[in-house]
């Protein structure tokens, strides 16, 4: 069983910054597209952003689009997110998965096969 581990979640205030990790203890995430989500209880999961492995190409909601950064590092098989300018409303659990194959197809959530169990933000003074 693939179990993905995300990290680096926590308190932070509005303007402020985090970067969350996302590894996968024994299994190799190089071949496969990452993608980060979030969910706030009672709503539905939100895709957030996705990254290819290979070519690494990108793609981000339009709602974090100039504020989220993801990239990953295949050496460490981490992926990152990188989050800045944070506001309340980015107040989540976020949850990072694997697609079954290695472009991202965006973040539809039926192309993820393997989920963390979420790391979560709170943005507030």
């Known amino acids: 069983q693939v179990q993905l581990v995300e990290s680096g979640g926590g308190l932070v205030q509005p303007g402020g910054s985090l970067r969350l990790s996302c590894g996968a203890p024994?299994?190799?995430?190089?071949?496969?597209?990452i993608g980060w989500f979030r969910q706030v209880p009672g709503k539905e999961r939100e895709g957030v952003s996705c990254?290819?492995?290979?070519?690494?190409?990108?793609y981000y909601a339009d709602s974090v689009k100039g504020r989220f950064t993801v990239s990953r590092d295949d050496a460490k098989n981490t992926v990152y997110l990188q989050m800045n300018s944070l506001k309340p409303e980015d107040t989540a659990i976020y949850y990072c998965a694997t697609d079954t194959l290695s472009n991202c197809r965006g973040v539809t959530i039926s192309v993820y096969a393997y989920w963390g169990q979420g790391t979560q933000v709170t943005v507030s003074s």
């Open positions: 990254i290819s492995s290979g070519d690494g190409s990108i």
């Open positions: 024994g299994f190799n995430l190089d071949y496969y597209a």
